[in-house]
């Protein structure tokens, strides 16, 4: 037998043994004996390294240290889901649905993994890219990272059904139970520290640098929904998850098509009950809408779809005594009371501490220091107070009431609706902090090497006291400072420096206006065209913009309406500032339409052409319906043309939408 043949039913029987054990679990033979036939490839690949290929099963094997994780854009939106914690608000979800106009719906009834949510894009059946969810649009990619995974396909199986041309897979990254106590084990034998739960040992392993590690976590897979498809048309959700199964993904086989929502409640009412027998974890039961074209008639809301929901489970509850009540403060200058609590274990979750949200949170549960309280993690994630057991008040325990002065600057405390506000602004010291440290975050500004503990320190100091004296620090000023020398230093003020030239959209969301978000922030950025002009529009005038609601529209103009935020902007224009979108005003002429792509574009990139349609306010979407208001066909296009044709939906090439844009 040739070497090329030889390698080829080598990858072939590894492939099939890999799905035998990491997906059906189902093995046919040994351990030695897989590792013998692994070994014979991976000394044939290394003899002719001309043979080798990205798929091939001896790829898994972890070693290479990645210098950071790049930043992929996702060729679907991996929207966020509106979570939902009674049966009524299951059958409110099912009105609207009817109000919608489908009201013949059947419904998919899933597990809902509380693991790490990734993008699995496959090109021609193979394993092209795998990426974290990240912000829904974009996220990092972790390609060689999930290679390790044993239950993730490096190429799909074509033997039963045929292989798309490019598929993009929703799958959850998780840890199961067993594993996961077994890896802590090993943890504290090593004197390191354990991870909190399965959900953050798996992201913690997907994310690690070396590969080697991942590679030594014990991970898992499980895809459930096709985001992306060229080549074949899937009718419905429960289709796709027949034909991720045959194509060599593990699929849950518990998931359910439900004529009704009564037997959707039902389902999850019965997964409930088992939750603590599965070897992994659940926090609820995704409900989806079945049929493609009725999701597309339901459509989406910017991060949720109208056609899905999260029907989470009651959370887990223990007992334990309220050892004092703090008030902290936010970068917004909102002052929030927090319950500091006798450590307790939750679900395997230390908690020492659980919000109390506003004052008339605590004056209406009650809760008084001393207190025996029940608490629980909401949605298994963020801890809260329940109750307050009456028979654990101490006498004499007094009501909480806020505080008239801010703890930290001693300014003046207003109340503002629900809420209590700190009126220091930029000289409270908490909001200083928590502004500039936003400022710098990820999906902001995005400054390397200012941390949040530097940007304490620069507060502390005295150096920094907002946004503007960030532009003003000096090598010299750095040194001093803990962990700094001449590199370092030289490191941060060039990445301040070059902040000064950042998009509009990353500035104002950077600002950390409240109610502004990454998506509201490109939204009014992409309308207004320049910050000036922001800074003057008025509540009608951003209300009249698509997506802005008055709430937002409020917030933006009591923000530039403040003088000391002003003066800090005008601050940083005389140290340069300069934001890319100045000046850039792009006619609105694609407002509220739904675009779609299919095929590969040759002058225009995808990034490029879906930021040219949401500059004019229209949106790129996966899939065709009669509400798509044209489809841009490139070179191999899928079956999306043939959709268009059916439903009467223009179809447009490449050069035709090139100059529509520029007409």
Known sequence: METAERIETLRRELRRHDYLYYVKDKPEIADAAYDKL????????????????????????????????????????????????????????????????????SFMAEPKFDGLSVELVYLHGRFERGSTRGDGTTGENVTENLKTIRSLPLRLFPEVRDVPET???????????????????????????????PRNAAAGSLRQLDTGITASRPLDLFAYDVMYIEGEALGSQSASLHALSDWGFRVEKSSRLCETLDEAVAYHDELEVKRD????????????????????????????????????????????????????????????????????????????????????????????????????RAGDVIPEVVEVLPEGRKQGAESFRMPEFCPVSQSLVVAKGANHYCTGGWA????????????????????????????VQLVEGGLVHDLAD???????????????????????????????????????????????????????????GSLDALMVAGEEELVAVHEVGEEVARSVVDYFGDEGNRSVIENMKAQG??????????????????????????ELGRDEAKTLVEQRGGRVTSSVSKNTRFVVVGDNPGSKAEK????????????EFIALIRD
């Open 644 to 655: 268009a044709a059916e439903l009467g939906v223009k179809v447009l090439s490449e050069r």
């Open 277 to 376: 027998e599965l070897d992994y974890e659940l926090d609820g039961v995704v409900v989806k809408v079945d049929r493609h074209d009725h999701q597309a008639e339901l459509g989406a809301r910017s991060r949720t779809p109208r056609w899905a929901v999260a029907f989470k489970f009651k959370p887990r509850q223990e007992i334990t005594d309220v050892v004092d009540i703090a008030v902290q403060v936010g970068r917004t200058g909102k002052l929030t009371p927090v319950a500091l609590l006798r450590p307790v274990d939750v679900s395997g979750v230390t908690v020492s501490r659980a919000t109390l949200h506003n004052q008339d949170e605590v004056l209406r549960k009650d809760v008084r220091v001393g207190d025996r309280v029940r608490i629980q």
């Open 167 to 197: 598929l993009a897979v929703r799958a959850e990254a998780i840890m199961r139970v067993g594993e996961f106590d077994d890896l802590n084990r090993r943890m504290i034998e090593l004197g390191k520290e354990p991870f909190a739960n």
């Open 428 to 455: 409270c010291r908490a909001q200083q902090t928590g502004r500039i440290q936003h400022f710098a975050s990820k999906g902001a500004m995005e400054i390397e090497f200012l941390g949040e503990k530097t940007v």
């Open 577 to 602: 500032l300069e934001l890319v979108w100045e000046a850039s005003q792009v006619e609105r002429t694609l407002e509220g339409s739904k675009i779609v792509f299919t095929g590969t574009l040759v």
């Open 38 to 105: 692994l070994r014979e490839l991976m000394e044939l690949e290394e003899k002719h390294p001309e043979l080798a290929t990205n798929d091939s099963p001896t790829q898994r094997v972890g070693g290479k240290v990645q210098s950071a994780f790049g930043e992929v854009t996702h060729l679907a939106p991996m929207l966020s889901l509106e979570s939902l914690m009674s049966a009524d608000e299951v059958f409110e979800f099912g009105k609207r649905v009817d109000k919608g106009g489908v009201s013949d719906a």
């Open 470 to 528: 960030l532009y003003r620090l000096t090598r010299d000023e750095l040194l001093p400072l803990e962990g700094f020398g001449e590199k370092s230093a030289d490191n941060l003020v060039a990445a301040i420096e070059a902040s000064k030239h950042a998009g509009l959209d990353r500035f104002v969301y950077a600002l950390g206006i409240p109610n502004v978000g990454q998506h509201v922030a490109k939204v009014v950025a992409t309308h207004f």
